[in-house]
């Protein structure tokens, strides 16, 4: 029933996208200037899980190294990244880490080396960027001669609130550019195609991918991974169709496959608090502190704190309830 699971899987990037030709534009315009070799302009791209926000910034990459000739890309997820990772993943983009030894280069080296060693237009995906370790490295990229950033996050207020001044006012000149979560349509539309390229004709009906949809709520990554789980089933016993009754169960476990991806995508501070949380059931913010700081070795602060809170209650991983004294984390397990 599968003829090509390459496309049933998260990462894949399509040759052609749907439903986001308004974003595709704005990132392409930030790009077009390269393409007469003048600098381009930065994007912040932002937007709940499952938006399409990461799937549309690596194809404008792929559209940029068809349109130019002398053009770096690269990708970096940034989750946990510290200085010294985002620098080295920038040098090798264009092939100039090979030398560099990760335990005795020091950072400031490994700045003035990209400083000198970028020849051409360098654009670079910088996914997650609310995760970085070491946020200031943000204003060192963005001072770089050449390098055109875009950055993905799910909330830009969140991002913004967690940086340094200079930081910050450098990131507010980027184009802002927001999406929005995919409507059931057009979910159906995203999987149609994934179905046309990765399975065997007729192997399901419209009534079943519009379920499918239905299930996911606005998630593509939850979409795409329930018809994967649901094609995977139904190939093991035997069927040369995906029944109806087959959606429920396979986006169930495409839940789960998602909810421990992200767990283990956690920092060794936000799996604290999420495994208090979990095993409170429900907590005050007070209370949690206090577990948390009672847990770690140089605790972070509370501000910190309430951002990777507020990361983990959009991934789904803990609800947050209340506001202010009435605030209450609870457990979804």
């Known amino acids: 029933m599968i003829s090509d699971a390459t496309v049933l899987r998260e990462g894949f990037v399509p040759q052609d996208v ?96 990209l400083r000198t060693a970028i020849d051409a237009p360098y654009t670079v995906v910088l996914d997650e960027i609310d995760q970085l370790a070491e946020p200031s490295v943000l204003y060192e990229i963005l001072e770089l001669p050449k390098v055109v950033a875009i950055g993905i996050t799910d909330r830009e207020d969140s991002l913004l609130s967690r940086l340094e001044p200079r930081v910050r006012s450098r990131l507010q000149t980027a184009t802002a550019l927001p999406f929005e979560r995919y409507g059931t349509v057009e979910l159906c539309s995203i999987l149609s195609d994934r179905i046309e390229w990765g399975l065997e004709p007729h192997s399901i009906n419209e009534t079943t991918v519009e379920r499918i949809a239905e299930s996911a709520a606005g998630d593509a990554r939850v979409a795409i991974a329930t018809l994967r789980n649901a094609a995977r089933s139904a190939d093991a016993a035997g069927r040369d169709h995906i029944p109806e009754d087959c959606v429920n169960d396979a986006a169930s476990s495409a839940a789960v496959e998602l909810r421990d991806r992200r767990l283990e995508q956690l920092t060794h501070h936000q799996h604290v608090l999420f495994d208090i949380v979990e095993d409170a059931g429900e907590i005050r913010p007070g209370e949690l502190y206090e577990r948390y700081r009672g847990t770690v070795e140089n605790p972070k602060t509370e501000r910190t704190l309430r951002h990777y809170l507020d990361k983990l209650d959009r991934y789904g991983l803990i609800r947050k309830t209340g506001a202010n004294r009435g605030r209450r984390y609870r457990s979804t397990g």
Not at 38 to 43: L, Y
Not at 67 to 81: G, K, L, P
């Open 18 to 113: 749907v439903h986001r030709d308004q974003e595709l534009g704005v990132l392409a315009r930030c790009l077009e200037p390269i393409e007469d070799g003048d600098p381009g302009d930065h994007a912040l791209v932002y937007g709940p899980p499952g938006s399409g926000k990461t799937c549309i910034a690596r194809y404008a990459l792929t559209e940029l190294e068809r349109e130019v000739v002398d053009v770096h890309t690269h990708y970096i997820n940034c989750w946990d990244a510290t200085r010294f990772t985002v620098l080295y993943e920038l040098l090798d983009g264009i092939g100039r880490a090979i030398d560099v030894h990760r335990r005795s280069t020091p950072s400031d080296e490994l700045r003035a080396r």
